[in-house]
Nanobody
Framework: QVHLVQSGGGLVQAGGSLRLSCTSS????????MGWFRQAPEKEREFVGS????????SYGASMKGRITISRDNAKNTVYLQMNSLKDEDTALYYC?????????????????WGPGTQVTVSS
């Protein structure tokens, strides 16, 4: 069973940085591709980025590309979302997700397991 646990959200000023973390309290994530999604109030869930099981391949959504880096430390069973140059419009609930295939995914439907979400609020 994959039970995802998230940490690292919070309040940050515009232009600042945050790093979100996602780990599993159950099965190892080493063979799972991982994704990050976000959802702002009254908006649809949006793809942020994804990383393959090996960590060698990443895919980023258009809205945050160039400002984020997704990485993973399989020894620590943890995936990271480093966000820089944050803007007001980045305020959202951020979710990590895992898929049983090791290749990156970009659609929410490709991911079987989801974390509870962590709030990121950017103030100007």
């Amino acid at each position: 069973q994959v039970h995802l646990v998230q940490s690292g959200g919070g309040l940050v000023q515009a232009g600042g940085s945050l790093r979100l973390s996602c780990t599993s309290s159950g099965r190892t994530l080493n063979n799972y591709a991982m994704g990050w999604f976000r959802q702002a109030p009254e908006k649809e869930r949006e793809f942020v980025g994804s990383i393959s099981g090996s960590g060698l391949t990443t895919s980023y959504g258009a809205s945050m590309k160039g400002r984020i880096t997704i990485s993973r430390d399989n020894a620590k069973n943890t995936v990271y979302l480093q966000m820089n140059s944050l803007k007001d419009e980045d305020t959202a609930l951020y979710y990590c997700a895992a898929r049983t295939l090791a290749i990156v995914g970009v659609d929410a439907e490709e991911f079987e397991y989801w974390g509870p979400g962590t709030q990121v609020t950017v103030s100007s």
